[in-house]
């Protein structure tokens, strides 16, 4: 079966939950081990889009010669 697509904001909103849930203590060990590997792989792609996100301004931001090329963030200011 085909994992859904989820978005980073539906992802992080999902690990927010596991974080409460663990938090409370009151889960039984499997239900824990289960939501914890689960915020793990959220963790996992959160962390790979986030990566994908900064090379991609990265590159945005390189010069002609290859060198980053400082701009002010227009929401700046």
Known sequence: MAEKKVTF???MARLEEIVKQLEQGDA???DALALFEEGTRLM???TTQLDK???KVSKL???P???PVEEPFEGEG
Do not use: V
């Open 65 to 67: 010669d290859g060198k």
């Open 9 to 11: 904001e539906q992802a």
């Open 53 to 55: 996100a900064e090379q």
């Open 44 to 46: 996992k792609k959160c």
């Open 28 to 30: 039984p060990l499997e």
């Open 61 to 63: 931001l390189a010069g």
